[in-house]
């Protein structure tokens, strides 16, 4: 049960977008799962940290910012990758060469805002911008990166919410590519050619999703 009870839509599809190459999204019971969870790793460090160790990490997974945590998700989970030919990056060389422009998100269904209340405190340090998709506020975060890498990498974390996920994604093209698949105004996985075969005659209930491209 802890991987999901009566198969149903699978609601998470709908956040992936065209260019996704690779995607997960399933159920999870973290509630239940988490007094085990917590149980089994602070035997693994009773077994190998040192005693004051021992005693704050005990400290930190007991803390109420943690059961908020636990409470606060709604049993789903999942990530994507994308590899956006478009968005091709030139590569800071004098041959003329480029590599798909590639995203990452991380996807958790919420009840409340405190898991992205939290995120958002741990990227108080990076300039933020807040922009709109649609109805949806990006929280776009900057990242300075080292030359040349900063030159053709598109790094600035964006967090937002859509509906009941919450999404940590790579980039604010990325999460705009995200929001866009959700609402139905731009192009979700659904469409691609590649998934539309693959996914022919199939039946898309159930309680978990993976999806791999040929494309990797």
Known sequence: QWLGGKPHQLEGLKLFPEDTVIAYHGDFDFAAMWP?????????VGELAPPQAQLEITSVLQSPIFKDVVNSLAGEAGFLVTMNEDGAKPLPIPIELGFPEVGFALVLKVKDDT???????????MPVQEKQAG???LKVHAVELPAPVGAFVDVTPTIFRTGDYLVLASSEAVARRIVGAHSGTGPGLNVAPEFKTLSAGMDLTGNHIYFQSNRI
């Open 36 to 44: 085990w969870l917590s149980g089994k790793f602070l035997k693994i």
């Open 115 to 125: 898991i992205q209340q939290l995120l958002t405190g741990m990227l108080a340090g």
């Open 135 to 137: 109805k949806v506020t």
